[in-house]
Protein backbone atom coordinates (compact mmCIF):
# COMPACT_ATOMS: atom_id res chain seq x y z
CA UNK A 1 0.00 0.00 0.00
CA UNK A 2 0.99 3.37 -0.91
CA UNK A 3 0.33 6.46 1.58
CA UNK A 4 0.50 10.03 0.21
CA UNK A 5 0.70 12.38 2.84
CA UNK A 6 0.25 16.44 2.39
CA UNK A 7 2.78 18.46 4.58
CA UNK A 8 1.28 22.09 4.56
CA UNK A 9 3.59 23.68 6.90
CA UNK A 10 7.28 24.52 7.72
CA UNK A 11 6.38 24.69 11.25
CA UNK A 12 8.36 21.93 13.57
CA UNK A 13 5.33 20.82 15.11
CA UNK A 14 3.83 19.40 11.78
CA UNK A 15 7.01 17.60 10.19
CA UNK A 16 7.59 16.08 13.53
CA UNK A 17 4.45 14.35 13.73
CA UNK A 18 4.59 13.28 9.90
CA UNK A 19 8.00 12.18 10.25
CA UNK A 20 6.96 10.22 13.47
CA UNK A 21 4.27 8.59 11.69
CA UNK A 22 6.06 7.81 8.54
CA UNK A 23 8.40 5.67 10.53
CA UNK A 24 5.97 3.90 12.71
CA UNK A 25 4.31 3.04 9.15
CA UNK A 26 7.38 1.92 7.65
CA UNK A 27 8.12 -0.50 10.45
CA UNK A 28 4.95 -2.01 10.09
CA UNK A 29 5.81 -2.38 6.23
CA UNK A 30 3.50 0.22 4.83
CA UNK A 31 4.85 2.34 1.48
CA UNK A 32 5.07 6.07 2.54
CA UNK A 33 5.41 9.04 0.54
CA UNK A 34 4.53 12.75 1.40
CA UNK A 35 4.01 15.92 -0.60
CA UNK A 36 4.84 18.87 -0.26
CA UNK A 37 2.89 22.10 -1.14
CA UNK A 38 3.42 25.49 0.96
CA UNK A 39 5.98 27.62 -1.09
CA UNK A 40 9.17 26.65 0.37
CA UNK A 41 12.08 27.43 -1.36
CA UNK A 42 13.31 24.34 -0.61
CA UNK A 43 11.83 20.77 -1.77
CA UNK A 44 14.73 18.54 -3.08
CA UNK A 45 14.90 14.79 -0.85
CA UNK A 46 18.36 15.33 -0.63
CA UNK A 47 18.92 18.89 1.05
CA UNK A 48 19.68 18.47 4.80
CA UNK A 49 17.79 21.60 5.38
CA UNK A 50 14.30 20.48 4.45
CA UNK A 51 11.56 19.27 5.66
CA UNK A 52 11.39 16.66 2.97
CA UNK A 53 15.06 15.67 3.63
CA UNK A 54 13.41 14.55 7.26
CA UNK A 55 10.82 12.55 5.56
CA UNK A 56 13.49 10.53 3.53
CA UNK A 57 15.69 10.30 6.55
CA UNK A 58 12.20 8.72 8.43
CA UNK A 59 11.95 6.04 5.61
CA UNK A 60 9.92 8.03 2.91
CA UNK A 61 9.58 6.10 -1.01
CA UNK A 62 8.75 8.96 -2.33
CA UNK A 63 7.92 13.09 -1.95
CA UNK A 64 6.28 14.81 -4.63
CA UNK A 65 6.31 18.73 -4.69
CA UNK A 66 4.98 21.78 -6.44
CA UNK A 67 8.76 22.75 -7.34
CA UNK A 68 12.46 21.22 -8.62
CA UNK A 69 13.32 19.13 -6.43
CA UNK A 70 14.15 14.76 -6.76
CA UNK A 71 10.94 13.47 -6.10
CA UNK A 72 9.49 10.46 -7.92
CA UNK A 73 6.48 12.50 -8.97
CA UNK A 74 7.07 15.87 -10.01
CA UNK A 75 4.61 18.85 -10.56
CA UNK A 76 4.96 22.48 -11.80
CA UNK A 77 5.18 25.57 -9.07
CA UNK A 78 2.80 27.57 -11.16
CA UNK A 79 0.16 24.23 -10.46
CA UNK A 80 -2.35 24.75 -8.02
CA UNK A 81 -2.80 22.32 -4.76
CA UNK A 82 -6.58 20.95 -6.03
CA UNK A 83 -5.03 20.58 -9.61
CA UNK A 84 -1.99 18.29 -7.87
CA UNK A 85 -4.93 16.42 -5.94
CA UNK A 86 -6.91 15.81 -9.17
CA UNK A 87 -3.44 14.80 -10.83
CA UNK A 88 -2.83 12.59 -7.72
CA UNK A 89 -6.42 10.60 -7.87
CA UNK A 90 -4.78 9.28 -11.35
CA UNK A 91 -2.00 7.98 -9.56
CA UNK A 92 -1.58 4.30 -8.57
CA UNK A 93 -2.47 4.94 -4.67
CA UNK A 94 -4.49 3.67 -1.98
CA UNK A 95 -5.06 6.82 0.06
CA UNK A 96 -3.99 10.46 0.19
CA UNK A 97 -3.72 11.62 3.48
CA UNK A 98 -4.27 15.29 3.51
CA UNK A 99 -3.09 17.84 6.68
CA UNK A 100 -5.75 20.23 7.50
CA UNK A 101 -6.75 23.01 10.33
CA UNK A 102 -10.62 22.31 11.62
CA UNK A 103 -9.99 25.07 13.99
CA UNK A 104 -11.48 28.11 12.39
CA UNK A 105 -14.53 25.66 10.79
CA UNK A 106 -12.64 25.67 7.27
CA UNK A 107 -9.97 22.72 6.67
CA UNK A 108 -7.29 24.40 5.17
CA UNK A 109 -5.95 21.86 2.97
CA UNK A 110 -6.33 23.70 -0.77
CA UNK A 111 -4.88 26.97 -2.24
CA UNK A 112 -6.43 30.19 -1.40
CA UNK A 113 -6.25 33.73 -1.11
CA UNK A 114 -8.49 33.73 1.79
CA UNK A 115 -10.26 31.92 4.30
CA UNK A 116 -13.55 32.52 3.37
CA UNK A 117 -12.74 31.12 -0.42
CA UNK A 118 -11.04 27.97 0.59
CA UNK A 119 -13.12 24.60 0.66
CA UNK A 120 -12.19 21.26 1.13
CA UNK A 121 -10.86 19.17 -2.23
CA UNK A 122 -12.01 15.50 -0.69
CA UNK A 123 -12.08 12.64 -2.57
CA UNK A 124 -13.17 8.97 -1.68
CA UNK A 125 -9.76 8.30 -1.26
CA UNK A 126 -8.93 11.07 1.63
CA UNK A 127 -7.83 10.80 4.87
CA UNK A 128 -6.92 13.96 6.58
CA UNK A 129 -4.46 14.46 9.46
CA UNK A 130 -3.79 17.50 11.64
CA UNK A 131 -5.59 20.29 13.51
CA UNK A 132 -7.90 20.52 16.22
CA UNK A 133 -11.44 20.42 15.81
CA UNK A 134 -13.26 23.82 16.03
CA UNK A 135 -15.05 24.49 19.08
CA UNK A 136 -14.16 21.20 20.18
CA UNK A 137 -17.03 19.77 17.65
CA UNK A 138 -17.22 15.92 15.87
CA UNK A 139 -17.75 17.49 12.58
CA UNK A 140 -17.17 20.51 10.83
CA UNK A 141 -18.67 20.88 6.97
CA UNK A 142 -19.12 17.10 7.36
CA UNK A 143 -15.86 16.05 7.70
CA UNK A 144 -15.28 13.45 10.62
CA UNK A 145 -13.17 14.33 12.85
CA UNK A 146 -11.04 12.72 16.03
CA UNK A 147 -9.38 15.43 18.74
CA UNK A 148 -5.88 15.43 19.35
CA UNK A 149 -3.17 12.68 19.75
CA UNK A 150 -0.10 12.90 21.03
CA UNK A 151 0.63 8.78 21.19
CA UNK A 152 2.00 8.54 17.91
CA UNK A 153 1.79 4.70 18.07
CA UNK A 154 -2.07 5.35 18.53
CA UNK A 155 -2.21 7.80 15.90
CA UNK A 156 -0.52 5.18 13.38
CA UNK A 157 -3.43 2.66 14.33
CA UNK A 158 -6.08 5.37 13.87
CA UNK A 159 -4.62 6.14 10.12
CA UNK A 160 -4.30 2.22 9.45
CA UNK A 161 -7.80 1.73 10.76
CA UNK A 162 -9.33 4.39 8.34
CA UNK A 163 -7.23 3.45 5.55
CA UNK A 164 -8.33 0.39 5.53
CA UNK A 165 -11.66 0.56 6.76
CA UNK A 166 -13.10 4.37 5.38
CA UNK A 167 -13.10 6.91 3.16
CA UNK A 168 -13.84 9.17 6.46
CA UNK A 169 -11.20 11.88 6.69
CA UNK A 170 -10.22 12.49 10.65
CA UNK A 171 -8.30 14.88 12.29
CA UNK A 172 -5.45 14.05 14.93
CA UNK A 173 -3.18 16.46 15.81
CA UNK A 174 -3.22 19.58 18.52
CA UNK A 175 -1.35 22.47 16.66
CA UNK A 176 -3.95 24.50 15.22
CA UNK A 177 -1.85 27.40 14.35
CA UNK A 178 0.60 25.66 12.04
CA UNK A 179 -1.43 24.59 9.33
CA UNK A 180 -1.92 27.78 6.88
CA UNK A 181 -1.08 27.56 3.81
CA UNK A 182 0.99 29.82 2.04
CA UNK A 183 -0.43 30.08 -1.35
CA UNK A 184 -1.55 32.73 -3.57
CA UNK A 185 -3.47 31.26 -6.15
CA UNK A 186 -7.45 32.36 -6.16
CA UNK A 187 -10.51 30.30 -5.97
CA UNK A 188 -12.78 31.33 -7.63
CA UNK A 189 -13.14 28.63 -10.25
CA UNK A 190 -12.40 25.74 -7.72
CA UNK A 191 -15.51 23.07 -8.40
CA UNK A 192 -17.41 22.28 -5.30
CA UNK A 193 -16.04 19.07 -3.12
CA UNK A 194 -16.65 16.20 -3.75
CA UNK A 195 -18.87 14.24 -0.94
CA UNK A 196 -17.30 12.73 1.70
CA UNK A 197 -18.38 8.32 1.43
CA UNK A 198 -19.37 7.03 4.94
CA UNK A 199 -17.57 3.94 5.99
CA UNK A 200 -19.03 1.01 5.12
CA UNK A 201 -17.97 -2.02 6.64
CA UNK A 202 -18.38 -5.64 4.91
CA UNK A 203 -21.25 -6.68 7.30
CA UNK A 204 -22.44 -9.60 4.78
CA UNK A 205 -18.72 -11.07 4.42
CA UNK A 206 -19.51 -15.08 5.89
CA UNK A 207 -17.48 -15.45 8.68
CA UNK A 208 -16.08 -18.50 9.22
CA UNK A 209 -16.27 -19.64 12.98
CA UNK A 210 -16.78 -23.49 12.76
CA UNK A 211 -13.62 -25.00 14.42
CA UNK A 212 -12.35 -21.81 16.52
CA UNK A 213 -13.92 -23.48 19.50
CA UNK A 214 -16.65 -21.08 19.58
CA UNK A 215 -19.92 -21.92 21.54
CA UNK A 216 -22.19 -20.95 19.41
CA UNK A 217 -21.00 -22.78 16.35
CA UNK A 218 -19.05 -25.65 17.61
CA UNK A 219 -21.10 -26.94 20.07
CA UNK A 220 -23.55 -28.45 17.20
CA UNK A 221 -21.70 -28.02 13.99
CA UNK A 222 -23.60 -29.52 11.30
CA UNK A 223 -26.60 -27.13 12.51
CA UNK A 224 -26.91 -23.34 11.34
CA UNK A 225 -27.18 -21.63 15.14
CA UNK A 226 -29.63 -18.96 15.51
CA UNK A 227 -29.67 -19.17 19.32
CA UNK A 228 -27.33 -17.76 21.79
CA UNK A 229 -26.92 -14.10 21.93
CA UNK A 230 -23.44 -13.63 19.88
CA UNK A 231 -23.42 -11.68 16.83
CA UNK A 232 -21.48 -13.24 13.10
CA UNK A 233 -19.49 -9.76 12.59
CA UNK A 234 -16.16 -9.70 12.82
CA UNK A 235 -15.48 -6.75 15.61
CA UNK A 236 -14.76 -3.32 14.67
CA UNK A 237 -10.94 -2.41 13.05
CA UNK A 238 -10.24 0.04 15.94
CA UNK A 239 -11.18 -3.56 18.64
CA UNK A 240 -8.48 -5.70 16.30
CA UNK A 241 -5.89 -3.05 16.06
CA UNK A 242 -5.96 -2.51 20.12
CA UNK A 243 -6.04 -6.21 20.57
CA UNK A 244 -3.49 -7.29 18.44
CA UNK A 245 -0.86 -4.40 19.63
CA UNK A 246 -1.36 -5.79 22.74
CA UNK A 247 -0.80 -9.16 22.06
CA UNK A 248 2.55 -8.04 20.42
CA UNK A 249 3.78 -7.25 23.56
CA UNK A 250 4.24 -10.97 24.18
CA UNK A 251 3.65 -11.09 27.96
CA UNK A 252 0.18 -11.57 29.62
CA UNK A 253 0.67 -10.90 33.16
CA UNK A 254 -1.51 -9.20 35.78
CA UNK A 255 -2.90 -5.93 33.82
CA UNK A 256 -4.52 -2.59 35.52
CA UNK A 257 -6.98 -1.29 33.18
CA UNK A 258 -5.35 1.12 30.54
CA UNK A 259 -5.42 5.13 30.99
CA UNK A 260 -8.93 6.13 29.62
CA UNK A 261 -10.75 3.07 30.61
CA UNK A 262 -13.23 5.31 32.45
CA UNK A 263 -13.18 8.25 30.82
CA UNK A 264 -14.40 5.93 27.82
CA UNK A 265 -17.26 4.94 29.71
CA UNK A 266 -18.25 8.67 30.73
CA UNK A 267 -17.93 10.05 27.70
CA UNK A 268 -20.23 7.64 25.56
CA UNK A 269 -22.76 7.14 28.25
CA UNK A 270 -23.14 10.65 28.46
CA UNK A 271 -22.98 11.62 24.98
CA UNK A 272 -24.93 8.18 23.68
CA UNK A 273 -27.29 8.04 26.67
CA UNK A 274 -27.69 11.84 28.45
CA UNK A 275 -26.30 9.85 32.06
CA UNK A 276 -23.37 11.57 33.58
CA UNK A 277 -20.89 9.24 35.60
CA UNK A 278 -17.97 10.31 37.69
CA UNK A 279 -14.81 8.13 37.53
CA UNK A 280 -15.31 6.82 41.54
CA UNK A 281 -18.40 5.63 40.58
CA UNK A 282 -17.20 3.04 38.44
CA UNK A 283 -15.92 -0.03 39.03
CA UNK A 284 -14.63 -2.88 36.69
CA UNK A 285 -15.79 -6.37 37.08
CA UNK A 286 -15.27 -9.19 34.61
CA UNK A 287 -18.64 -9.63 33.14
CA UNK A 288 -21.91 -8.66 33.80
CA UNK A 289 -23.41 -11.47 34.91
CA UNK A 290 -19.69 -11.96 37.36
CA UNK A 291 -20.89 -9.08 38.49
CA UNK A 292 -24.56 -9.85 39.37
CA UNK A 293 -23.46 -12.33 41.15
CA UNK A 294 -21.18 -10.93 43.12
CA UNK A 295 -24.11 -8.51 44.28
CA UNK A 296 -26.94 -11.21 44.86
CA UNK A 297 -23.89 -13.12 46.39
CA UNK A 298 -23.28 -10.42 49.28
CA UNK A 299 -25.59 -7.59 48.80
CA UNK A 300 -28.92 -9.66 49.37
CA UNK A 301 -29.92 -12.16 51.70
CA UNK A 302 -29.20 -15.70 52.35
CA UNK A 303 -31.58 -17.49 51.08
CA UNK A 304 -33.99 -14.85 50.46
CA UNK A 305 -35.85 -14.07 47.31
CA UNK A 306 -35.07 -11.71 43.80
CA UNK A 307 -37.68 -11.08 42.12
CA UNK A 308 -37.65 -11.10 38.23
CA UNK A 309 -39.86 -9.67 35.51
CA UNK A 310 -40.38 -12.83 33.64
CA UNK A 311 -39.77 -13.93 30.91
CA UNK A 312 -36.46 -13.16 31.21
CA UNK A 313 -33.09 -13.77 30.57
CA UNK A 314 -32.24 -17.12 31.71
CA UNK A 315 -28.77 -17.19 33.40
CA UNK A 316 -30.60 -14.57 35.83
CA UNK A 317 -32.37 -18.19 37.28
CA UNK A 318 -29.17 -20.10 37.57
CA UNK A 319 -27.33 -16.82 39.15
CA UNK A 320 -30.11 -16.56 41.96
CA UNK A 321 -29.81 -19.86 42.56
CA UNK A 322 -26.44 -20.89 42.39
CA UNK A 323 -26.38 -18.50 44.87
CA UNK A 324 -28.48 -20.01 47.34
CA UNK A 325 -31.65 -17.65 46.71
CA UNK A 326 -34.92 -18.17 45.40
CA UNK A 327 -36.80 -16.74 42.52
CA UNK A 328 -39.77 -14.63 42.53
CA UNK A 329 -41.54 -13.74 39.10
CA UNK A 330 -43.43 -11.12 38.54
CA UNK A 331 -45.11 -12.14 35.19
CA UNK A 332 -45.33 -9.73 32.12
CA UNK A 333 -48.69 -8.68 30.69
CA UNK A 334 -48.54 -9.95 27.06
CA UNK A 335 -51.40 -8.69 24.70
CA UNK A 336 -51.34 -7.62 20.92
CA UNK A 337 -47.54 -8.37 20.61
CA UNK A 338 -46.50 -6.18 22.97
CA UNK A 339 -45.63 -6.13 27.20
CA UNK A 340 -46.34 -4.62 30.00
CA UNK A 341 -45.67 -4.35 33.83
CA UNK A 342 -49.03 -5.40 36.12
CA UNK A 343 -47.63 -2.89 38.75
CA UNK A 344 -50.03 -4.60 41.19
CA UNK A 345 -48.58 -8.00 40.97
CA UNK A 346 -45.26 -6.12 40.87
CA UNK A 347 -45.58 -4.37 44.22
CA UNK A 348 -47.23 -7.51 46.07
CA UNK A 349 -43.57 -9.41 44.88
CA UNK A 350 -41.73 -6.98 46.32
CA UNK A 351 -43.72 -6.57 49.25
CA UNK A 352 -42.60 -10.21 50.30
CA UNK A 353 -40.64 -9.69 53.61
CA UNK A 354 -38.30 -12.49 51.99
CA UNK A 355 -37.07 -10.13 49.25
CA UNK A 356 -34.20 -7.88 48.89
CA UNK A 357 -33.41 -7.31 45.39
CA UNK A 358 -34.90 -7.14 41.91
CA UNK A 359 -32.63 -7.61 38.64
CA UNK A 360 -34.13 -5.57 35.97
CA UNK A 361 -32.95 -6.24 32.51
CA UNK A 362 -33.36 -2.87 30.68
CA UNK A 363 -33.59 -3.20 27.62
CA UNK A 364 -35.26 -6.82 28.16
CA UNK A 365 -33.86 -9.52 26.89
CA UNK A 366 -35.71 -11.37 25.57
CA UNK A 367 -38.78 -9.15 24.37
CA UNK A 368 -36.57 -6.38 23.26
CA UNK A 369 -38.59 -3.84 24.99
CA UNK A 370 -37.30 -0.36 25.71
CA UNK A 371 -38.34 0.17 29.18
CA UNK A 372 -39.68 4.03 29.03
CA UNK A 373 -38.92 6.40 31.89
CA UNK A 374 -42.20 6.59 33.45
CA UNK A 375 -42.14 2.41 33.70
CA UNK A 376 -38.54 2.76 35.01
CA UNK A 377 -39.45 5.23 37.60
CA UNK A 378 -42.25 3.12 38.83
CA UNK A 379 -40.02 0.21 39.38
CA UNK A 380 -37.76 2.43 41.42
CA UNK A 381 -40.57 4.54 43.37
CA UNK A 382 -41.69 0.62 43.91
CA UNK A 383 -38.05 -0.51 44.91
CA UNK A 384 -37.88 1.90 47.16
CA UNK A 385 -41.03 1.90 49.00
CA UNK A 386 -40.29 -1.69 50.17
CA UNK A 387 -36.58 -1.31 50.61
CA UNK A 388 -35.24 -3.58 47.52
CA UNK A 389 -32.60 -2.97 45.66
CA UNK A 390 -32.30 -3.11 41.86
CA UNK A 391 -29.53 -4.35 39.87
CA UNK A 392 -29.86 -3.16 36.47
CA UNK A 393 -28.49 -5.23 33.63
CA UNK A 394 -27.74 -3.02 30.61
CA UNK A 395 -25.65 -4.38 28.33
CA UNK A 396 -28.11 -4.42 25.40
CA UNK A 397 -28.27 -1.14 25.93
CA UNK A 398 -26.41 0.06 22.82
CA UNK A 399 -28.16 -2.33 20.24
CA UNK A 400 -31.34 -0.63 19.57
CA UNK A 401 -33.31 0.17 16.19
CA UNK A 402 -31.64 3.76 14.74
CA UNK A 403 -32.92 6.39 16.22
CA UNK A 404 -34.66 4.78 19.50
CA UNK A 405 -32.64 5.07 22.43
CA UNK A 406 -33.07 3.38 25.92
CA UNK A 407 -33.48 5.41 29.51
CA UNK A 408 -30.37 4.40 31.95
CA UNK A 409 -32.07 2.97 35.01
CA UNK A 410 -29.96 5.11 37.15
CA UNK A 411 -31.17 8.42 35.32
CA UNK A 412 -34.74 8.94 35.99
CA UNK A 413 -34.65 9.84 39.27
CA UNK A 414 -33.20 10.40 42.95
CA UNK A 415 -34.50 7.38 43.97
CA UNK A 416 -33.38 4.93 40.91
CA UNK A 417 -29.96 6.54 41.02
CA UNK A 418 -29.79 5.74 44.87
CA UNK A 419 -31.17 2.63 45.10
CA UNK A 420 -29.57 0.58 42.10
CA UNK A 421 -26.15 -1.01 40.75
CA UNK A 422 -26.49 -0.86 36.95
CA UNK A 423 -24.05 -3.03 35.07
CA UNK A 424 -22.92 -2.02 31.52
CA UNK A 425 -20.53 -3.50 29.07
CA UNK A 426 -19.07 -3.31 25.38
CA UNK A 427 -19.44 -7.05 25.41
CA UNK A 428 -22.39 -7.93 23.87
CA UNK A 429 -22.74 -4.85 21.33
CA UNK A 430 -19.46 -5.15 20.14
CA UNK A 431 -19.42 -8.51 20.01
CA UNK A 432 -16.38 -9.26 21.88
CA UNK A 433 -17.88 -11.22 25.16
CA UNK A 434 -14.92 -13.30 25.21
CA UNK A 435 -12.55 -11.11 26.32
CA UNK A 436 -14.66 -10.38 29.54
CA UNK A 437 -14.40 -6.64 30.12
CA UNK A 438 -17.77 -4.93 31.94
CA UNK A 439 -18.18 -2.17 34.07
CA UNK A 440 -20.15 -1.28 37.46
CA UNK A 441 -21.86 1.92 38.30
CA UNK A 442 -22.85 2.36 41.81
CA UNK A 443 -23.32 6.21 42.55
CA UNK A 444 -24.75 5.67 46.09
CA UNK A 445 -21.54 6.13 48.19
CA UNK A 446 -22.62 3.31 50.90
CA UNK A 447 -23.53 0.64 48.09
CA UNK A 448 -20.39 0.97 45.87
CA UNK A 449 -18.33 0.30 49.25
CA UNK A 450 -20.37 -3.37 49.54
CA UNK A 451 -19.91 -3.74 45.64
CA UNK A 452 -16.42 -3.37 45.57
CA UNK A 453 -16.02 -6.02 48.27
CA UNK A 454 -18.41 -8.69 46.83
CA UNK A 455 -16.34 -7.67 43.45
CA UNK A 456 -13.16 -8.51 45.33
CA UNK A 457 -14.33 -11.60 47.47
CA UNK A 458 -15.94 -12.82 43.28
CA UNK A 459 -12.09 -12.08 41.94
CA UNK A 460 -13.97 -10.67 39.54
CA UNK A 461 -12.32 -7.48 40.21
CA UNK A 462 -9.58 -7.51 38.21
CA UNK A 463 -9.02 -8.19 34.13
CA UNK A 464 -7.06 -9.76 31.79
CA UNK A 465 -4.51 -8.22 29.42
CA UNK A 466 -6.96 -7.24 27.00
CA UNK A 467 -10.24 -6.44 28.56
CA UNK A 468 -9.12 -3.04 29.04
CA UNK A 469 -7.33 -1.74 25.72
CA UNK A 470 -10.66 -4.08 23.82
CA UNK A 471 -13.42 -1.83 25.87
CA UNK A 472 -11.71 1.86 25.25
CA UNK A 473 -11.31 1.02 21.68
CA UNK A 474 -14.49 0.52 21.28
CA UNK A 475 -16.12 3.12 22.96
CA UNK A 476 -13.81 5.84 21.96
CA UNK A 477 -13.02 4.25 18.29
CA UNK A 478 -15.70 1.90 16.87
CA UNK A 479 -18.98 4.09 17.43
CA UNK A 480 -19.09 4.35 13.51
CA UNK A 481 -19.45 0.39 13.41
CA UNK A 482 -22.04 -0.01 15.81
CA UNK A 483 -24.17 2.70 14.02
CA UNK A 484 -23.73 0.60 10.82
CA UNK A 485 -24.32 -2.75 12.65
CA UNK A 486 -27.56 -1.26 14.31
CA UNK A 487 -28.84 -0.13 10.77
CA UNK A 488 -27.81 -4.24 9.52
CA UNK A 489 -29.56 -5.38 12.19
CA UNK A 490 -32.57 -3.35 12.02
CA UNK A 491 -32.91 -4.00 8.29
CA UNK A 492 -32.20 -7.79 9.18
CA UNK A 493 -35.49 -7.26 12.00
CA UNK A 494 -37.72 -5.65 8.82
CA UNK A 495 -36.81 -8.17 6.52
CA UNK A 496 -37.43 -11.25 9.43
CA UNK A 497 -40.48 -9.80 10.13
CA UNK A 498 -41.97 -9.56 6.41
CA UNK A 499 -40.91 -12.68 5.88
CA UNK A 500 -42.80 -14.62 8.32
CA UNK A 501 -45.98 -12.15 7.61
CA UNK A 502 -45.85 -13.77 4.12
CA UNK A 503 -44.99 -17.21 4.74
CA UNK A 504 -45.56 -18.23 8.22
CA UNK A 505 -48.57 -15.70 9.53
CA UNK A 506 -49.28 -18.05 12.47
CA UNK A 507 -45.77 -16.83 13.78
CA UNK A 508 -46.31 -13.47 15.73
CA UNK A 509 -43.44 -11.45 16.33
CA UNK A 510 -43.26 -8.86 19.36
CA UNK A 511 -42.80 -5.38 19.00
CA UNK A 512 -38.97 -5.18 20.06
CA UNK A 513 -37.06 -2.08 19.41
CA UNK A 514 -33.63 -3.09 21.27
CA UNK A 515 -31.03 -6.47 21.01
CA UNK A 516 -30.29 -8.45 18.12
CA UNK A 517 -32.87 -11.21 19.06
CA UNK A 518 -36.15 -11.40 17.99
CA UNK A 519 -39.26 -13.12 20.40
CA UNK A 520 -41.47 -15.05 18.28
CA UNK A 521 -45.13 -16.32 19.22
CA UNK A 522 -45.05 -20.04 17.91
CA UNK A 523 -48.27 -21.11 20.12
CA UNK A 524 -50.34 -21.84 17.51
CA UNK A 525 -48.94 -25.13 16.42
CA UNK A 526 -49.46 -26.72 19.37
CA UNK A 527 -46.42 -27.86 20.25
CA UNK A 528 -44.15 -27.20 23.39
CA UNK A 529 -41.38 -24.41 22.70
CA UNK A 530 -38.86 -27.03 23.35
CA UNK A 531 -40.51 -29.50 20.81
CA UNK A 532 -41.03 -27.19 18.60
CA UNK A 533 -37.31 -25.98 18.78
CA UNK A 534 -35.80 -30.11 18.91
CA UNK A 535 -37.44 -30.84 15.56
CA UNK A 536 -36.44 -28.12 14.08
CA UNK A 537 -32.66 -28.39 14.84
CA UNK A 538 -33.33 -32.53 14.21
CA UNK A 539 -35.09 -32.01 10.73
CA UNK A 540 -34.09 -28.67 9.55
CA UNK A 541 -31.02 -28.34 10.99
CA UNK A 542 -31.31 -24.68 12.62
CA UNK A 543 -31.31 -23.90 16.03
CA UNK A 544 -33.49 -21.41 17.68
CA UNK A 545 -33.43 -20.78 21.65
CA UNK A 546 -36.79 -22.33 23.52
CA UNK A 547 -39.08 -19.74 24.97
CA UNK A 548 -39.17 -21.81 28.24
CA UNK A 549 -35.45 -21.20 29.27
CA UNK A 550 -37.18 -17.74 29.96
CA UNK A 551 -39.17 -18.59 32.22
CA UNK A 552 -42.74 -17.89 33.07
CA UNK A 553 -44.36 -16.81 30.16
CA UNK A 554 -42.14 -18.39 28.12
CA UNK A 555 -43.87 -21.18 27.18
CA UNK A 556 -44.77 -21.19 23.17
CA UNK A 557 -42.25 -18.68 22.20
CA UNK A 558 -38.93 -19.09 20.61
CA UNK A 559 -35.89 -16.70 20.06
CA UNK A 560 -34.28 -16.00 17.12
CA UNK A 561 -30.91 -13.99 16.97
CA UNK A 562 -30.84 -11.99 13.88
CA UNK A 563 -27.51 -10.55 14.52
CA UNK A 564 -25.50 -12.47 11.64
CA UNK A 565 -25.28 -12.40 7.45
CA UNK A 566 -28.79 -11.10 5.40
CA UNK A 567 -28.04 -14.61 3.68
CA UNK A 568 -27.72 -16.76 7.25
CA UNK A 569 -30.90 -15.02 8.33
CA UNK A 570 -32.85 -16.47 4.63
CA UNK A 571 -31.47 -19.57 5.33
CA UNK A 572 -32.70 -20.00 8.85
CA UNK A 573 -36.19 -18.42 8.23
CA UNK A 574 -36.67 -20.78 5.01
CA UNK A 575 -35.64 -23.85 7.15
CA UNK A 576 -38.37 -22.55 9.75
CA UNK A 577 -40.63 -22.25 6.89
CA UNK A 578 -39.68 -26.09 5.65
CA UNK A 579 -40.01 -26.81 8.87
CA UNK A 580 -43.58 -25.68 10.20
CA UNK A 581 -44.96 -27.35 7.03
CA UNK A 582 -44.22 -30.61 8.09
CA UNK A 583 -45.50 -29.74 11.81
CA UNK A 584 -48.91 -28.77 10.05
Avoid at 134 to 150: P, T
Avoid at 463 to 479: E, I, P, R, T, Y
Amino acid sequence: MKILGIVGTRRSGKTTTITMLIEELKKRGYKVGTIKTINCPVFSMDDPSSNTARHKKAGADFAVARGKGETDISYPRSMGQNEIIDRIKNEDIDYLILEGDLSTGVPRIVCGHKEDDVSPRITEKTFLVSGKIADNKDEVLGLKAISAMKDISALCDCVIENVGESSLPISVDEDTSANTLNCHHACEADKKPEPVVAAKYDLDKLTQRQNTDSVKWDENKDVLPMWVADMDFEAAPAIKTAVLKKALEGIYGYTFLPEGFKEAYINWWDKRHGLKMKEEELLFSKSVLAGISCAVKHLTKNGGRIVLLSPIYNHFYLNIRNNNSEVLESKLVYKDNDYTISYDDLENKLSDATVSAMILCNPHNPTGKIWSKNELEKIGDLCKKHGVLVLSDEIHCDITKPGKSYVPFASVSENCRENSITFIAPTKAFNIAGLDSAAVYVPNKDLRKKMIKALEAGETAMGNAFAGVAAVAAFKDSGKWLDDVNVYIDENRRWAEDFLAKNIPEIKVTKGEATYLMWADISAFGLSSKEFCERLKKEQKVWFAAGDEYGSGGEGFIRINLATQRARVEEGLTRLKRGVETFK
